[in-house]
C-alpha cells in the first residue's frame, strides 16, 4: 500500500527549491529516512549513522529551519521527528513518501 503525505501546503516553486534545498544531501536524506520510523534524540541519530553529534545536530537545525522535522526537548536530550505532516498515519510497512505538491520523494 502506498501512502503519500502533503507536507505544508507549497505556493510557489521558490519554496519547493528551498524544501529540496533543504534536503539536499545525504545525511539529511539519511535522517529524514530514519525519522520516518520513529522519533529519535540526536545522539541516537548520530549513533545509527556514524557521525558526531555536532555534525548531526547541524544537519538537523536545517531540515527544522525548512519545518520538515520539528524537537522537543526530553531533560538534557532534544529529540527529532518529522513534522506531523508528514510522518502523520505512516507505519514501516507503507512506501514512504512526502508531496510537496509540486515534487514528491519517495524512500524506499
Same mark, same amino acid.
Do not use: H, V, Y
Given at each position: 500500500m502506498t501512502r503519500s503525505v502533503s507536507a505544508k501546503p507549497i505556493r510557489s516553486s521558490k519554496d519547493c527549491? %528551498?524544501?529540496?534545498r533543504a534536503m539536499g544531501g545525504d545525511t539529511r536524506l539519511r535522517i529524514l529516512r530514519s525519522l520516518f520510523n520513529r522519533e529519535k534524540c540526536v545522539t541516537e541519530i548520530a549513533h545509527e549513522l556514524a557521525l558526531s553529534q555536532p555534525h548531526i545536530s547541524h544537519h538537523l537545525q536545517i531540515?527544522?529551519?525548512a519545518g520538515l522535522v520539528? %524537537?522537543?526537548r526530553d531533560g538534557q536530550r532534544i529529540c527529532y521527528r518529522l513534522f506531523s505532516e508528514i510522518g502523520e498515519g505512516l507505519t514501516n510497512h507503507e512506501k514512504k513518501e512526502i508531496d510537496f505538491g509540486c515534487c514528491r520523494i519517495s524512500f524506499r
Open positions: 527549491a %528551498g524544501l529540496l531540515l527544522r529551519n520539528e %524537537g522537543r
